[in-house]
């Protein structure tokens, strides 16, 4: 029985390294980091020196790095931050269509709190037009926040451009980069966001664990209060072992990130080029700004979880924007936002590669999925168009 | 998720395909939610589905419960055979997850569109 893990915007794999580096702080170095004697001093020291590395491997400053729960966690820092920070000057933000929930529904709160949204349309590639956000900024403008790159078609957004368009009108940038970082090149500061969100197990490090990126200057207001750990952004005993694990996972995923995503975009372009050559399926978002692990296709006439679980017997992990796998009754709000019909929504399939990924799991991909498409086709009562 | 009576039904789905000689014809759901079930029959004089058989657009339980009704049912009179009700289905299933009672799980709807169909082609 094969076993290929295709769903890396999921989740990934811990790596050894991150495992390794965790070991100690889950054991005998287990000291508070905020304790004033030895075994607290020794486990602060660690910490700092994470959020160094950190910074480092990153090129920027270490009191910009905020390590927080997770990406989710560190999105609703920055959008209900700002929100709090910013109230007196404006009620307004700016967010896009495509964004993650954890962005979305953050903004769609602060609206039933009395803020007002606008959330900017996408092409049909999952675009954001920076023509669009200009025109949407007004004086009482206090947030912008777009994703880097969307994690269910994998478009990448012109952010450096679109930070700028904000700055020129005096509002802040906020982009969830939690599907880019490890996987393009990534230059904060060349980028010029205000704050960045990323995950640490979405490259190979541990769950529960990410940062929010604030650039030095710019100031919010907590969310959450009880400790002063992580300047009190974040406050709570740190998550010690799981910063270690982050640290280690980051600075090796940027290291390697350009052979990673060489390796990455061939086999991606592979898959690719072999699903859309099979009759009726086709390529979901940009077709070359897209992340380099990110394979996104439609096939017309079936549904995405008879997908799923078709090709989890075969021994092959995915995932779908259909509505049976996002848990409510409508398919994805990206796929609709990209225009698609439902029928395509219901019918799309993400894979999402790996550093693991080889030529020969792309190859069995290949060879079952006719098989599995022409069966489910067989059942269905939608038929081909006649030409 | 699945039960593995769900899995199998999903699998090696009973009565698949177009009954060309039905005199009954139901098709419910939508693709705005993502399930489309088209149920066929064939009906005999003594008011006894001889044959049935699906086509369904739709997730695992989509796929199983359009199986699993042409199951039940084949064989029944309509009387018996509209007495069948969703849930039932689910039932034989082992159950389905929460979420697809409601969506999912409209084989018997499709039965009594079929049979509602067959009525009403031969009232004329």
Same mark, same amino acid.
């Given at each position: 029985?094969?076993?290929?893990?295709?769903?890396?915007?999921?989740?990934?794999?811990?790596?050894?390294?991150? &495992?390794?580096?965790?070991?100690?702080?889950? +054991?005998?170095?287990?000291?508070?980091?905020?304790?004033?004697?030895?075994?607290?001093? @020794?486990?602060? #020291?660690?910490?700092?020196?994470?959020?160094?590395?950190?910074?480092?491997?990153?090129?920027?400053?270490?009191?910009?790095?905020?390590?927080?729960?997770?990406? +989710?966690?560190?999105?609703?820092?920055?959008?209900?931050?700002?929100?709090?920070?910013?109230?007196? #000057? =404006?009620?307004?933000?700016? @967010?896009?269509?495509?964004?993650?929930?954890?962005?979305?529904?953050?903004c769609?709160?602060?609206?039933?709190?009395g803020?007002?949204? +606008?959330?900017?349309?996408?092409?049909?590639?999952?675009?954001?037009?920076?023509? $669009?956000?200009?025109?949407?900024?007004?004086?009482? @403008?206090?947030?912008v926040?777009?994703?880097?790159?969307?994690?269910?078609?994998?478009?990448?957004?012109?952010?450096?451009?679109?930070?700028?368009?904000?700055?020129? #009108? !005096?509002?802040?940038?906020?982009?969830?980069?939690?599907?880019?970082?490890?996987?393009?090149?990534?230059?904060?500061?060349?980028? !010029?966001?205000?704050?960045?969100?990323?995950?640490?197990? #979405?490259?190979?490090g541990?769950?529960?664990?990410?940062?929010?990126?604030?650039?030095?200057?710019?100031?919010?207001?907590?969310?959450? &209060? =009880?400790?002063?750990q992580?300047?009190?952004?974040?406050?709570?005993?740190?998550?010690?072992?799981?910063?270690? =694990?982050f640290?280690?996972?980051?600075?090796?995923?940027? @290291?390697e990130?350009p052979?990673?995503?060489?390796?990455?975009?061939?086999?991606?372009?592979?898959?690719?080029?072999?699903?859309?050559?099979?009759?009726?399926?086709?390529?979901?978002?940009?077709?070359q700004?897209?992340?380099?692990?990110?394979?996104?296709?439609?096939?017309?006439?079936?549904?995405?979880?008879?997908?799923?679980?078709?090709?989890?017997?075969?021994?092959?992990?995915?995932?779908?924007?259909?509505?049976? +796998?996002? !848990?409510?009754?409508?398919?994805?709000?990206?796929?609709?936002?990209?225009g698609?019909?439902?029928?395509?929504?219901?019918?799309?399939l993400?894979?999402?590669?790996?550093?693991?990924?080889?030529?020969?799991?792309?190859?069995?991909?290949? $060879?079952?999925?006719?098989?599995?498409?022409?069966?489910?086709?067989?059942?269905?009562?939608?038929?081909?168009?006649?030409? | 998720?699945?039960?593995?009576? %769900?899995?199998?039904?999903?699998?090696?789905?009973?009565?698949v395909?177009?009954?060309?000689?039905?005199?009954?014809?139901?098709e419910?759901?939508?693709?705005?939610?993502?399930d489309?079930?088209?149920?066929?029959?064939?009906?005999?004089?003594?008011?006894?589905i001889?044959d049935?058989?699906?086509?369904?657009?739709?997730?695992?339980?989509?796929?199983?419960?359009?199986?699993?009704?042409?199951?039940?049912v084949?064989?029944?009179?309509?009387?018996?055979?509209?007495? %069948?009700?969703? /849930?039932?289905?689910?039932?034989?299933?082992?159950?389905?997850?929460?979420?697809?009672?409601?969506?999912?799980?409209?084989?018997?709807?499709?039965?009594?569109?079929?049979?509602?169909?067959? /009525?009403?082609?031969?009232?004329?």
């Amino acid at each position: 029985m094969r076993n290929i893990y295709l769903d890396h915007a999921a989740t990934t794999p811990m790596r050894q390294e991150a &495992y390794e580096a965790m070991i100690p702080y889950l +054991t005998e170095t287990f000291g508070n980091p905020s304790s004033i004697h030895a075994f607290g001093r @020794t486990v602060r #020291k660690d910490l700092e020196d994470a959020r160094e590395r950190v910074a480092n491997a990153l090129n920027v400053h270490p009191r910009e790095i905020y390590f927080t729960g997770g990406g +989710t966690e560190a999105d609703n820092m920055a959008v209900l931050g700002i929100a709090a920070k910013l109230q007196d #000057k =404006g009620k307004h933000i700016i @967010t896009s269509a495509i964004e993650h929930h954890a962005v979305l529904h953050t903004c769609e709160a602060l609206a039933r709190q009395g803020y007002s949204l +606008t959330v900017l349309p996408v092409d049909k590639f999952g675009m954001v037009s920076p023509s $669009e956000l200009e025109k949407a900024i007004r004086s009482d @403008t206090i947030l912008v926040s777009i994703m880097q790159a969307n994690n269910e078609v994998g478009t990448i957004q012109p952010i450096k451009e679109l930070a700028a368009i904000a700055h020129e #009108k !005096g509002v802040l940038f906020h982009t969830d980069a939690v599907q880019t970082v490890g996987n393009i090149p990534l230059d904060i500061k060349g980028l !010029g966001v205000d704050f960045l969100s990323a995950s640490a197990h #979405k490259l190979y490090g541990p769950k529960g664990v990410g940062l929010l990126y604030i650039r030095r200057g710019t100031k919010l207001a907590s969310i959450a &209060y =009880g400790g002063a750990q992580e300047g009190s952004m974040r406050p709570g005993t740190e998550n010690v072992a799981g910063i270690i =694990g982050f640290a280690r996972a980051l600075e090796l995923a940027i @290291t390697e990130q350009p052979e990673t995503s060489q390796h990455l975009i061939s086999l991606r372009d592979k898959l690719i080029k072999g699903l859309t050559a099979l009759p009726d399926v086709s390529l979901n978002g940009h077709p070359q700004q897209r992340l380099p692990g990110n394979v996104n296709v439609s096939v017309e006439r079936v549904e995405g979880e008879s997908l799923i679980l078709s090709l989890d017997m075969a021994g092959i992990a995915v995932s779908s924007g259909s509505a049976c +796998t996002s !848990g409510s009754l409508e398919p994805s709000h990206v796929l609709m936002a990209m225009g698609l019909s439902h029928q395509r929504a219901h019918g799309s399939l993400r894979f999402t590669l790996g550093k693991s990924t080889t030529q020969e799991d792309i190859d069995y991909v290949l $060879e079952v999925m006719p098989g599995i498409i022409e069966r489910l086709r067989q059942m269905s009562p939608v038929q081909a168009k006649e030409d | 998720m699945y039960s593995e009576r %769900v899995m199998d039904h999903f699998t090696n789905p009973r009565n698949v395909g177009v009954l060309e000689d039905a005199n009954g014809v139901g098709e419910v759901g939508n693709m705005r939610c993502g399930d489309i079930m088209k149920l066929f029959i064939k009906v005999g004089e003594d008011e006894v589905i001889q044959d049935i058989k699906f086509q369904t657009f739709g997730c695992g339980a989509a796929i199983a419960t359009s199986s699993m009704i042409t199951e039940i049912v084949k064989g029944m009179t309509l009387t018996d055979a509209e007495q %069948v009700s969703n /849930r039932q289905v689910a039932e034989e299933l082992d159950g389905l997850p929460p979420a697809k009672m409601h969506c999912s799980n409209l084989a018997a709807d499709a039965l009594k569109a079929a049979i509602a169909n067959y /009525r009403e082609n031969s009232q004329g």
